[in-house]
């Protein structure tokens, strides 16, 4: 395989190792060599600091019997964002207003960015959805009551979530690490150690915090690709 000229410019064949061919800013992935199956760019949305609860939480929150009322989908199937609003209480200082996610779930979880846990006190680790225990603790204020958790808030670890047939074509399984490729004007990056999760339906959409999101240079639309 010769070399790749274009404008009086030239770039090596990809190596057998790396498998990409880098030419004009682009990355191409090169058949005979690529560890993929093919290119995909996809959505990169920022998630701001948000509560799950549980439903008894809920109630002891907000009342007895209450439930969560939803202001707007989100693009994961069946969760919303909901009206209800809470404040965290680190040993430091409060973030007032949090946003709720719905439908409720079988634990507690606060995520919120690393800034953010400086700012309230909070030591909280960086970990996958679900995998709350021994993380950070704080305090809930509600309109209703409040609520004490001795663990439940993390720093999410970003990730990729996947349809099936998008992981397949990609080559990509459920828990596999990843490097995705992004970034805005003048702050274009490379996101190591993200997580795949592979889901039945929905989007194909990576999730990264605010701290990343203003590391990206991130406006409405930003796209990412996968890198070998």
């Not at 009322?69 to 693009?75: A, D, F, M, V």
């Not at 973030?95 to 909070?122: F, H, W, Y």
């Not at 030591?123 to 204020?141: H, M, N, Q, T, Y």
Request: with cysteine.
């Amino acid at each position: 395989m010769g070399e790749i000229s274009e404008n009086n410019s030239k770039i090596r064949p990809c190596n057998r190792r790396s498998g990409v061919i880098q030419y004009s800013n682009i990355l191409w992935h090169a058949l005979p060599c690529a560890r993929r199956k093919i290119t995909m760019s996809f959505m990169i949305e920022t998630s701001a600091r948000h509560i799950h609860l549980t439903q008894e939480s809920v109630e002891k929150l907000f009342g007895e019997g209450y439930q969560l009322t939803i202001r707007k989908p989100l693009s994961y199937p069946g969760q919303y964002a909901s009206n209800e609003r809470l404040t965290i209480v680190g040993p430091k200082k409060e973030m007032a207003n949090v946003s709720i996610l719905g439908p409720t779930r079988k634990a507690d979880q606060v995520e919120i960015s690393a800034t953010d846990a400086r700012t309230l006190g909070i030591d909280a680790p960086i970990r996958e959805s679900g995998d709350v225990k021994g993380s950070g603790a704080c305090k809930l204020i509600g309109p209703k009551g409040e609520l004490d958790l001795t663990e439940g808030v993390i720093i999410a670890k970003r990730h990729l979530h996947v349809t099936e047939e998008d992981a397949a074509e990609m080559g990509i399984k459920n828990g596999e690490i990843i490097k995705v490729a992004c970034g805005g004007e003048g702050r274009k990056l490379i996101f190591d150690d993200v997580v795949v999760r592979v889901n039945v339906g929905g989007a194909t959409t990576m999730h990264i915090d605010t701290d990343e999101s203003n590391a990206a240079g991130a406006t409405p639309g930003l796209m990412g690709e996968i890198l070998a």
